[in-house]
């Protein structure tokens, strides 16, 4: 299943909703609703940027210890893909890396609830009580491809989302417009938040990240995105956009169950995406840089809170220097040291 869009008007313009119509009319792009795995995170960290979380700070990598998420009373224990737990690292690289224990603890930082939001305002549909649950964070959660794909158009757009639409106008014979669609939009995410969720999910296609094998398949235009592959690789995911259009691509099976081995979203997903956008830009579509904010500042945070350092920050070598988009420039002193 395939579903691409305008960033700045949410007009469709690909749904593909299976391999052939004449076998099977449901539209698995629309109707289906799938568990979207590691794709969700972006929208994880979104949340917890606006809530004083920098690229920088430090995240534990390792196990989640038994009542550390204190509202969860089954423990949870996700592993990581690669069965490795580790140190602290700085909280980008559990987005390029994928790390579920990193993303688990970015969650928190954020709040469930605040997560949940953020879902819903993404356009991704709400979570019935009876699922709520830290594994949220990791996408348990379904969606489908044409919501993931409006929802990912929110990193280039600087947060706006403008609500997906297939009919632009509809005008009679005599040249009387019966219906002209017209466009609805608000923020899902501060410009901020968006700028540093975009630029780490540009690194995400770069060498290290999930998606980085999209370079080596000759697609050179600047875009983010991210893969995602659930359990016993079952759904296979990417979602990427470029400065004008968003996809999203999803590949499994109806009555779930394993598509076949290494199914990755990164091996089998993210080379229909692009083809996809290597064929839009033969058509005339052209992508560009993405705009940034409109004022950033190298800033002396404390890797410890994120906040302003303060001598003793100095100290214990925990300054680092984080661009700052300026509606995100941190009010207080760290209170760590």
Not at 274 to 299: C, H, S
Request: charged fraction near 20%; glycine fraction near 12%; charge should be negative.
């Amino acid at each position: 299943a395939v579903a691409v869009l305008e960033n700045f008007t949410g007009a469709i313009r690909i749904i593909v909703g299976g391999r052939n119509y004449s076998h099977s009319a449901f539209n698995r792009a629309t109707q289906a609703r799938r568990p979207m795995g590691s794709i969700f995170k972006p929208l994880v960290y979104g949340t917890a940027f606006e809530r004083d979380l920098f690229p920088g700070v430090l995240i534990s990598d390792a196990r989640i210890a038994p009542g550390e998420i204190d509202w969860d009373s089954l423990n949870w224990n996700p592993d990581n893909s690669d069965g490795i737990f580790g140190e602290r690292l700085p909280a980008e690289i559990g987005l390029i890396k994928s790390r579920n224990t990193m993303t688990a603890r970015v969650g928190e930082w954020a709040g469930i609830d605040n997560v949940l939001t953020m879902m819903e305002h993404a356009g991704l549909g709400h979570a019935d009580s009876g699922d709520v649950s830290p594994t949220i964070y990791i996408g348990t959660l379904g969606a489908s491809v044409r919501d993931v794909a409006s929802a990912y158009s929110v990193f280039s757009t600087g947060g706006i989302r403008h609500r997906p639409y297939f009919i632009g106008a509809i005008i009679d014979r005599d040249g009387t417009a019966l219906y002209q669609h017209e466009d609805e939009n608000y923020r899902v995410l501060s410009p901020g938040a968006a700028w540093m969720t975009s630029t780490i999910l540009k690194r995400v296609l770069e060498e290290g990240g999930t998606g980085a094998n999209i370079r080596k398949m000759e697609f050179s235009a600047p875009a983010g995105g991210k893969t995602g592959t659930t359990n016993d690789f079952f759904d296979a995911w990417f979602a990427g956009y470029t400065s004008r259009l968003t996809g999203g691509v999803w590949v499994g099976l109806d009555q779930p169950g394993t598509i076949m081995k290494d199914a990755y979203g990164g091996k089998i997903a993210m080379p229909i995406w692009r083809d996809v956008m290597a064929a839009a830009q033969q058509l005339g579509y052209e992508f560009t840089d993405f705009a940034p904010p409109e004022e950033v500042i190298d800033m002396q945070l404390c890797r410890e809170s994120g906040l302003l350092a303060k001598d003793e920050c100095q100290e214990a070598g925990s300054v680092y220097i984080e661009r700052v988009p300026h509606d995100l420039i941190p009010r207080k002193f760290c209170k760590e040291h």
